[in-house]
T-cell receptor, first 110, second 112 residues
Framework: RKEVEQDPGPFNVPEGATVAFNCTYS??????FFWYRQDCRKEPKLLMS???SGNEDGRFTAQLNRASQYISLLIRDSKLSDSATYLC???????????FGAGTRLAVHP | EAQVTQNPRYLITVTGKKLTVTCSQN?????MSWYRQDPGLGLRQIYY???????DKGDVPEGYKVSRKEKRNFPLILESPSPNQTSLYFC???????????FGPGTRLTVL
């Protein structure tokens, strides 16, 4: 079983749609959680950290459920520029490394 | 401007011909890391370095070497490349306060 699992997609949605991505992780001792965004053939970039209380950044909302070992990302009012691959990332406690999911691809169309 | 640079960006080589991919950061970060990215597998850590002269294996270190003689540079060395090392490689520099990884632009390597 992969340490971080994501639905690979692709998610094809029209502009303005709301889309949700889910991610599960296997290590219950994981400490920190992130969503990264990766455009085609480019480097990943931090989109947002994920906190236990949930957090929002404009149209983006991230949620963490430690009991279920589950992370989500909600994108409201999708834009064409949101088309990218979204990577779920987990940092285990006591380790100086990040574990990346394989990513979920989003394609927003007019 | 804070950045991580990698060179070369693209490389086609042949089996067994030693190569080095350079990585440099200007943020004075102590922690740096190398990843490879393959379709369906996500990013996998090859090696990391906690500081100058301190390096350790990641999840997929076989066939790779690294060195950290200066804080800003963290080259990745393939002594005898093989076709299964064809991949997209990213160097990353890590901010200690925010756990944020700053990635270089990537090096697309093809080994024939």
């Amino acid at each position: 079983r992969k340490e971080v699992e994501q639905d690979p997609g692709p998610f094809n949605v029209p502009e303005g749609a709301t889309v949700a991505f889910n991610c599960t992780y296997s290590n219950s001792a994981s400490q920190s959680f992130f969503w990264y965004r990766q455009d085609c053939r480019k480097e990943p970039k931090l989109l947002m950290s994920v906190y236990s209380s949930g957090n929002e950044d404009g149209r983006f909302t991230a949620q963490l459920n430690r009991a279920s070992q589950y992370i989500s990302l909600l994108i409201r009012d999708s834009k064409l520029s949101d088309s990218a691959t979204y990577l779920c990332v987990v940092k285990p406690r006591g380790y100086n490394k990040l574990i990346f999911g394989a990513g979920t691809r989003l394609a927003v169309h007019p | 401007e804070a950045q991580v640079t990698q060179n070369p960006r693209y490389l086609i080589t042949v089996t067994g011909k030693k190569l080095t991919v350079t990585c440099s950061q200007n943020m004075n970060h102590e922690y740096m890391s190398w990843y490879r990215q393959d379709p369906g597998l996500g990013l996998r850590q090859i090696y990391y370095s906690m500081n100058v002269e301190v390096t350790d294996k990641g999840d997929v270190p076989e066939g790779y070497k690294v060195s950290r003689k200066e804080k800003r540079n963290f080259p990745l060395i393939l002594e005898s490349p093989s076709p299964n090392q064809t991949s997209l490689y990213f160097c990353a520099s890590v901010s200690p306060l925010a756990d944020t990884q700053y990635f270089g632009p990537g090096t697309r390597l093809t080994v024939l």
